[in-house]
């Protein structure tokens, strides 16, 4: 499930070419999204769009060749032209006079030549990882791309970047496998991998080649007079492991047209994907720097004049959740009377905390359903939990930047989270943005395999597992207190993934931890064998028969923390 | 000792009157902080100005009546225009062409008058708890009579100049006990009942009767006339100059308001992490 729907859908067409579109929210700015297509479209950029049409009108497009788009399969269709005159189609088609521009990787000289030629339309250009010949490309993709249109002989790595190798039966997806391989050197970053595969695959070989020939891209001093063109404020983000496209461009993008420059360490080429919290802050900083909208009437409370006040997010998974929450706020403020509580949480949790009277924060309408989307997954089949929870990944985010808000206007000094995955996780991967005190509740540790799931779920249960294991031991000031809800007996002996011992050579900078492999989200290249059969779990199922022995539960089991002592902590890097 | 020296300093003399400054840092844009009522001189930024001056150029200057400033008898001395053209002949000698300018107070009608009167010296205002007057006094200060005889005079009436001639120091004591509502403002009450010693009541109050040529409609006239991005921030515990004041300067000039709750009449020195962060904000903005 999506965790937005677009409120407006529609298709432009061109001398006879259907290029697709989506609009979101009605705010001020209005933001397009131009997504490096064919290779991708508008679907990358899924981790960002629910967050960002709460503030902004989001326009996406799937660009021509992929998607919901036709897919010419001439290169002349793909000229920058014409791919630029699409663009504005479909601001016309939107009704946006004047937008920001985001664009990522091939689409920046694109957005470079709309801000350019157009600077009526273009109030800002947020460049992510820009593939702009400012600056020489990566060494690796030099001799492969001279190479494009040779017949190449049982092609590797860059090598099947090749237009004979992709109209080879399966050449084309084991380019992509590759590719994306590359572009994500970010440890556990397996949902994205799958996604941008799947994405690519929305395309076919032809139209990937026609697109790659039909590009003409400025390059060297015809590229750097496009920069110095643009008059509208920039700002380029760059991931320093992009293997795509050197960090040097971005640099050097950032000079010519007078930006700012956001490096983005240890990120590889889609931080949208893998970082989506930290890329939709810097989005909305830079629309709201250059629109004035960060200085607004606001009100600063001095610190000893403030209320205490916890903010509690209750999961809507299972409503024994609801009601031990509930139990837990209760004693919380017989011991300390003068502490507000606000919840946030959606239905049907909502429905308990409305008939105890409790106060839900008006932000909860934000959020998006994780219960309809846990009910979508168990349509017509068994629930599949580990996959069900990847796969609410964008909602998750969606969510957490809810929460963000939330929490950084209300002041809260205490955050308590009974499985909010999304508030553990991204404080983790984003771990500036705490605020508070924090306590994570929770009924289970750790992901098991389901015994059809195979090989392939038993290395993603052991990357989810060792994700959150590295997290906890790197950060263990992000949980002021972890409590697990349930008893002895209802944890499993065993590990959370056991010894696995990766074979071959994974990308250049995945971490390893002893005990726990972490290697390319391609499961193809690297082989897994599990030395240790049992795998760890502790799972349980929380009931009481009264609110007071849900306080009562929840109390006793607060003594016991849970720390990863088992697994050595990763050496520093030197 | 303090916790930044000025990386140069001087005195520009103008109509006569020497205006001490100090200048500190290289960034830009520079920022411009400005005197308030001579009650007390540029130290009351001290706050402020290291760390902003790792960010921008930092420019102050003892208002005359204050500090190291010629303490002029003349009320006509205290004018409006006079502290405006003060700031001016500070930014030539300091090397400063625009700047964004930050007040206090009293020191709003200055920022006022320079953004109104000369758009080209400046970027940007932030007003900081302004003495507008746009607004009616608070209740509680409609007791002052400045220049009648008060025996024994309380509270307020304690604000008048026949009274400042003998009982100077009790009137300071007084004032600035209503300026920190804020508890536990020990500190900040000593450093500024200290400077406003440096001075004397009849500096003082001739100072104080240049306003007399100021009121709502003059300022109102000015607010309307301002171009420049303009924040204001308002104490809702401001017990000197009310918070109503904060929130009809921001409509009349159209910016937004601050509004730091709990917080009186020098937020500057009681909450200095907020009010900086809210300077280097604004200041950022006008950067780009």
Not at chain 1, 469 to 482: C, G, L, Q, S, V
Not at chain 2, 128 to 138: D, E, M, S
Not at chain 2, 185 to 190: A, F, G, L, V, Y
């Amino acid at each position: 499930m999506r965790a937005r729907l677009p409120d407006r859908e529609g298709v432009v067409q061109r001398d006879g070419v259907r290029v697709a579109f989506e609009v979101f929210g009605q705010g001020e700015p209005a933001l397009l999204l131009i997504p490096a297509s064919p290779i991708t479209h508008a679907r990358s950029w899924k981790g960002i769009v629910p967050s960002l049409a709460r503030r902004f009108t989001v326009v996406t497009t799937d660009g021509r060749g992929t998607g919901r788009s036709d897919r010419p399969h001439t290169p002349e269709c793909y000229a920058p032209a014409e791919v630029t005159a699409d663009l504005l189609a479909v601001l016309d088609a939107a009704g946006i006079d004047l937008t920001f521009l985001v664009a990522h990787c091939h689409a920046v000289p694109w957005a470079l030549c709309l801000a350019a030629d157009h600077p009526e339309r273009v109030a800002g250009l947020l460049a992510i990882d820009p593939a702009v010949a400012v600056a020489p490309p990566h060494p690796h993709t030099v001799e492969p791309d001279r190479r494009w249109a040779d017949v190449v002989d049982a092609p590797v790595g860059w090598s099947m970047r090749n237009r004979h190798f992709w109209r080879q039966d399966g050449g084309y997806r084991e380019w992509i496998e590759f590719f994306f391989g590359q572009q994500l050197p970010e440890p556990h970053s397996t949902k994205q991998y799958e996604d941008t595969v799947g994405w690519a695959l929305d395309t076919d070989a032809e139209a990937m080649i026609a697109e790659r020939e039909g590009r003409a891209a400025p390059a060297g001093r015809e590229a750097e007079a496009l920069c110095r063109r643009v008059r509208c404020p920039v700002c380029v983000l760059h991931g320093s492991d992009d293997r795509c496209q050197p960090v040097a461009r971005g640099r050097r993008l950032a000079e010519l047209t007078g930006g700012d420059l956001v490096v983005l360490e240890g990120a590889g080429h889609l931080p949208h994907g893998r970082d989506p919290v930290k890329v939709t802050r810097l989005i909305t900083e830079f629309a709201d720097k250059i629109t004035g909208a960060s200085m607004h009437a606001t009100t600063w409370t001095r610190g000893p004049c403030r209320p205490a006040r916890a903010l509690y997010l209750s999961s809507p998974i299972g409503l024994g959740h609801a009601r031990r929450d509930v139990a837990v706020a209760k004693e919380l403020k017989r011991l300390r009377p003068e502490l507000e509580i606000d919840w946030l949480a959606q239905h049907p949790v909502t429905t308990v905390l409305e008939a105890e009277g409790e106060r839900i924060h008006p932000a909860s309408q934000w959020l998006a359903s994780e219960s309809a989307h846990v009910a979508s997954e168990a349509a017509g089949h068994d629930l599949h939990c580990f996959q069900a929870l990847r796969r609410m990944d964008e909602i998750l985010v969606a969510n957490f930047m809810v929460f963000q808000e939330v929490v950084e206007e209300g002041r809260y000094d205490l955050v308590s989270g009974d499985e909010a995955w999304d508030v553990d996780y991204y404080w983790h991967e984003n771990p500036e943005l705490k605020r508070g005190q924090n306590v994570w509740l929770t009924d289970f540790v750790g992901y098991l395999p389901m015994p059809d799931g195979g090989e392939r779920e038993a290395f993603l249960t052991t990357d989810y597992n060792a994700e959150m294991i590295e997290h906890i031991d790197r950060y263990p000031w992000i949980r002021d207190r972890a409590i697990f809800v349930g008893n002895d007996e209802d944890i499993v002996p065993g590990t959370f993934g056991g010894t696995c011992q990766p074979s071959g050579t994974g990308p250049r900078g995945i971490s390893r931890t002893p005990g726990i492999s972490l290697a390319s989200p391609h499961p193809s290249r690297t082989r897994w064998r599990r030395s240790v059969p049992s795998w760890g779990t502790a799972m349980t199922n929380w009931s009481a028969s009264s609110p007071l022995a849900a306080a009562e539960s929840a109390g006793r089991s607060s003594t016991r923390l849970w720390r990863p002592t088992r697994w050595p902590r990763r050496p520093c890097p030197s | 000792m303090r916790a930044r020296y000025p990386d140069s300093d001087g005195i520009v003399v103008r109509d006569g009157v020497e205006i001490r400054y100090e200048r500190y840092g290289n960034g830009w844009p520079a920022i411009l902080l400005l005197p308030t009522w001579s009650i007390v001189h540029s130290r009351h930024w001290k706050m402020q100005v290291p760390y902003l001056a790792r960010h921008f150029t930092v420019v102050c200057f003892d208002g005359r009546g204050s500090g190291g400033s010629g303490r002029p008898a003349d009320p006509s001395a205290y004018s409006d225009a006079a502290f405006a053209l003060d700031a001016l002949a500070v930014m030539d000698a300091a090397g400063i062409g625009r700047a964004v300018l930050v007040s206090v107070s009293r020191g709003v009608l200055w920022a006022l008058r320079l953004c109104a009167e000369h758009p080209d010296r400046v970027l940007g205002s932030v007003f900081i708890a302004p003495g507008a007057l746009l607004v009616p006094p608070l209740a509680e200060r409609r007791v002052q009579r400045f220049d009648e005889v008060i025996d024994d005079p309380v509270g307020w009436q304690t604000y008048n100049a026949h009274y400042w001639k003998t009982h100077y120091p009790e009137f300071v004591t007084f004032f600035v006990g209503r300026m920190f509502t804020e508890p536990h403002s020990t500190k900040q009450i000593e450093d500024v009942t200290g400077w406003g010693l440096e001075t004397d009541g009849e500096t003082l109050a001739a100072a104080d009767r240049a306003l007399e040529g100021s009121d709502a409609a003059a300022t109102r006239r000015l607010a309307a006339r301002l171009a420049c991005p303009v924040l204001v921030m308002h104490g809702t515990q401001d017990a000197v100059r009310s918070y109503a004041e904060g929130k009809a300067l921001a409509s009349g000039t159209g910016g937004p308001l601050v509004t730091l709750a709990g917080a009186g009449h020098f937020p500057h020195t009681r909450d200095p992490v907020q009010v900086n962060l809210l300077i280097k904000q604004f200041a950022d903005r006008i950067r780009r």
